[in-house]
């Protein structure tokens, strides 16, 4: 892959916002992070970063779900009371199943999409950022943790179906959400392709110890953790574990924000600054290494969260973006 351009790509549409009478004000989660974070980035460089998005137009069909996920979860979806139970907003369980599904399941099969349009997009040009995605608490059958569909995996999945990668060439993940990646674990419990680091806050959700022993490299944290032990051991771990491992013919980073010190669920104490080092080093580590890389926003659940993701999408943009 040494002949990669590395120009990226920004995948978004305004589809991606998630809005449900006014109930997403009951959950900690910005839900219209999305649009908030490319509205930055469009007040920054106007026309040009036009110029370098791809816009979903549809959602991930069924077809693509199934790809990863079992026919009695995906038919689960159309029931209210599951749905509430994945996104952990209870109040939802008394609204009619097709609210929830063009209000909430849609954006997110939207963003699905994009997390696929993203990967296929990262083999030409080196780089894509899908403004929304990360779902890496999804699993086969289940939905938790405010994901349904795994669309990293479904990604994979796509790749492999069309032959843009095959079933034995290496693809890595590199989850830095402040949660461990349980879905995502579960999904690849049997796939040895695919290599897995992920470091979390060992002290939260989703404490899925099965899940936690497919992981290729954890780094396990403790609440509280700031910047300088943070860095240190990412900086540690991340180029050492690329080397033990094939060289993978792309990289999803699942770049969670929620490790950010006024996140109320990461609980983890990392500064704005520190999160913009932690991206710029993967990203560099990554462009470095020759492996295309997609990186998808995943958690994030504060007011500030758009910003911080602009700031890194700002940063890629000026690195390699000629804008
Ligand atoms: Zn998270």
Not at 96 to 123: E, K
Not at 219 to 233: A, F, H, Q
Request: glycine residues 6%; charged residues 20%; proline residues 5%.
């Amino acid at each position: 892959m040494a002949t990669t351009p590395f120009q990226p790509r920004v995948i978004y549409s305004p589809g991606y916002d998630i809005h449900f009478l006014g109930l997403e004000k009951l959950h900690p989660f910005d839900s219209c992070k999305y649009s908030r974070a490319w509205n930055v980035l469009l007040d920054r460089w106007g026309d040009r970063i036009q110029s370098l998005c791809i816009t979903p137009t549809d959602p991930a069909p069924v077809d693509m779900l199934r790809m990863v996920h079992t026919d009695d979860h995906l038919a689960q979806l159309g029931r209210s009371r599951y749905v509430a139970s994945a996104l952990e907003l209870d109040s939802l369980r008394f609204l009619p199943a097709g609210i929830l599904d063009s209000r909430v399941l849609r954006p997110m099969r939207l963003a699905t999409m994009g997390t696929v349009i993203a990967a296929q997009t990262a083999l030409n040009t080196g780089i894509a950022i899908n403004l929304s995605g990360g779902y890496h608490h999804a699993s086969q059958d289940r939905g938790e943790g405010f994901c349904v569909y795994s669309d990293i995996a479904i990604a994979i999945a796509v790749l492999r179906q069309s032959q843009a990668i095959t079933a034995d060439d290496s693809v890595v993940i590199i989850d830095l959400d402040a949660h461990q990646g349980n879905g995502l674990a579960r999904i690849f419990h049997q796939d040895a392709t695919v290599h897995i680091l992920d470091m979390y806050n060992r002290d939260i959700y989703p404490h899925d110890a099965w899940a936690a022993n497919r992981i290729n490299c954890a780094l396990p944290l403790t609440s509280g953790t700031r910047d300088e032990r943070y860095l240190r051991v990412l900086q540690g771990a991340l180029p050492v574990f690329l080397q033990t491992i094939p060289q993978p013919q792309i990289a999803f980073y699942n770049a969670g924000t929620d490790i950010y010190e006024q996140d109320p669920l990461g609980r983890l104490s990392v500064s704005q600054q520190g999160i913009l080092a932690r991206d710029r080093f993967v990203f560099q580590t990554l462009t470095n290494a020759g492996i295309p890389w997609v990186m998808v926003l995943s958690g994030g659940y504060t007011q500030e969260s758009y910003q911080l993701v602009a700031d890194s999408v700002a940063d890629v943009l000026q690195t390699w973006g000629r804008i």
